[in-house]
Protein backbone atom coordinates (compact mmCIF):
# COMPACT_ATOMS: atom_id res chain seq x y z
CA UNK A 1 0.00 0.00 0.00
CA UNK A 2 1.30 3.84 -0.84
CA UNK A 3 0.69 5.15 2.40
CA UNK A 4 1.66 8.32 0.94
CA UNK A 5 -1.81 8.70 -1.01
CA UNK A 6 -3.93 7.30 2.05
CA UNK A 7 -7.69 8.53 2.33
CA UNK A 8 -6.69 10.04 5.57
CA UNK A 9 -4.70 12.78 3.90
CA UNK A 10 -7.36 13.86 1.68
CA UNK A 11 -8.10 17.34 2.92
CA UNK A 12 -4.25 17.52 2.69
CA UNK A 13 -4.00 17.54 -1.23
CA UNK A 14 -7.05 19.33 -1.54
CA UNK A 15 -5.60 22.59 0.08
CA UNK A 16 -2.22 21.31 -2.65
CA UNK A 17 -4.90 21.30 -5.36
CA UNK A 18 -5.68 25.15 -4.54
CA UNK A 19 -2.24 26.38 -3.45
CA UNK A 20 -0.48 29.05 -4.61
CA UNK A 21 2.68 31.03 -4.14
CA UNK A 22 2.43 34.68 -3.29
CA UNK A 23 2.62 35.39 -7.38
CA UNK A 24 -0.40 32.89 -7.77
CA UNK A 25 1.27 30.53 -9.58
CA UNK A 26 -0.03 26.83 -8.97
CA UNK A 27 1.52 24.18 -7.42
CA UNK A 28 1.95 22.15 -10.26
CA UNK A 29 3.55 24.75 -11.50
CA UNK A 30 5.56 25.81 -9.02
CA UNK A 31 7.03 22.05 -8.64
CA UNK A 32 7.39 21.33 -12.20
CA UNK A 33 7.45 17.57 -13.38
CA UNK A 34 7.10 14.78 -11.44
CA UNK A 35 10.37 12.16 -10.43
CA UNK A 36 9.68 9.64 -8.25
CA UNK A 37 8.39 8.59 -4.94
CA UNK A 38 10.98 7.13 -2.17
CA UNK A 39 11.10 6.25 1.43
CA UNK A 40 12.82 8.27 3.46
CA UNK A 41 16.05 6.77 5.73
CA UNK A 42 14.13 6.46 9.05
CA UNK A 43 10.21 6.29 7.76
CA UNK A 44 8.02 8.32 5.57
CA UNK A 45 8.52 9.02 2.05
CA UNK A 46 9.19 11.59 -0.06
CA UNK A 47 7.68 12.73 -3.70
CA UNK A 48 10.46 14.60 -5.46
CA UNK A 49 9.48 17.05 -7.98
CA UNK A 50 11.64 18.85 -10.39
CA UNK A 51 11.73 22.30 -8.48
CA UNK A 52 10.68 20.73 -4.36
CA UNK A 53 9.09 17.44 -2.97
CA UNK A 54 6.15 16.13 -0.85
CA UNK A 55 8.08 14.92 2.22
CA UNK A 56 5.84 12.69 5.32
CA UNK A 57 7.26 12.35 8.47
CA UNK A 58 5.47 8.40 9.01
CA UNK A 59 2.98 6.42 7.65
CA UNK A 60 -0.09 8.40 9.20
CA UNK A 61 1.51 11.93 8.70
CA UNK A 62 0.23 14.10 6.25
CA UNK A 63 3.41 15.44 3.89
CA UNK A 64 4.62 18.82 3.77
CA UNK A 65 5.85 20.87 0.88
CA UNK A 66 9.39 22.29 0.06
CA UNK A 67 9.67 23.81 -3.07
CA UNK A 68 12.30 26.27 -5.08
CA UNK A 69 15.48 28.08 -3.65
CA UNK A 70 14.46 26.43 -0.10
CA UNK A 71 14.36 23.08 -1.52
CA UNK A 72 17.32 23.47 -3.30
CA UNK A 73 19.42 24.79 -0.34
CA UNK A 74 18.07 21.75 1.83
CA UNK A 75 18.58 19.08 -0.78
CA UNK A 76 22.20 20.33 -1.25
CA UNK A 77 22.84 19.64 2.66
CA UNK A 78 21.42 16.37 2.36
CA UNK A 79 17.84 16.94 3.22
CA UNK A 80 16.62 14.86 5.91
CA UNK A 81 19.77 13.79 6.77
CA UNK A 82 20.90 17.73 6.93
CA UNK A 83 21.01 19.13 10.59
CA UNK A 84 17.34 20.30 9.52
CA UNK A 85 15.76 17.11 8.97
CA UNK A 86 12.10 16.67 8.25
CA UNK A 87 9.94 19.78 7.55
CA UNK A 88 7.47 20.18 9.87
CA UNK A 89 4.42 22.41 8.12
CA UNK A 90 3.96 24.15 4.47
CA UNK A 91 6.00 27.16 3.55
CA UNK A 92 4.85 30.38 5.59
CA UNK A 93 4.42 33.34 3.14
CA UNK A 94 5.52 36.17 5.88
CA UNK A 95 3.47 39.85 4.94
CA UNK A 96 7.16 41.29 3.95
CA UNK A 97 7.44 38.60 1.30
CA UNK A 98 9.07 36.24 2.66
CA UNK A 99 9.17 32.49 2.76
CA UNK A 100 9.50 30.51 5.20
CA UNK A 101 10.22 27.05 5.35
CA UNK A 102 10.08 25.34 9.44
CA UNK A 103 11.90 22.44 9.63
CA UNK A 104 12.93 20.06 12.96
CA UNK A 105 16.25 21.50 13.24
CA UNK A 106 15.48 25.19 12.39
CA UNK A 107 13.72 27.00 9.35
CA UNK A 108 15.21 28.55 6.18
CA UNK A 109 13.95 31.66 4.83
CA UNK A 110 14.44 33.11 1.06
CA UNK A 111 13.51 36.77 1.19
CA UNK A 112 11.15 38.52 -1.61
CA UNK A 113 11.98 38.83 -4.65
CA UNK A 114 16.12 37.10 -4.10
CA UNK A 115 17.24 33.98 -4.50
CA UNK A 116 19.86 33.40 -1.62
CA UNK A 117 18.63 31.42 1.33
CA UNK A 118 19.12 32.51 4.91
CA UNK A 119 19.12 29.77 7.42
CA UNK A 120 18.84 29.57 11.32
CA UNK A 121 19.29 26.06 13.54
Not at 4 to 12: D, K, L, M, T
Amino acid sequence: MCVFFSSSHIEQFFKWLVFSDPTNHSLVKILGEASGLSDNPVQGQTFKFANGALVSYGPVAAPFLVYGDIYRYWDSLAGLNSGFGYPIVDPQFLPDGTICSIFEGGHIHRPPGGTEVRAEA
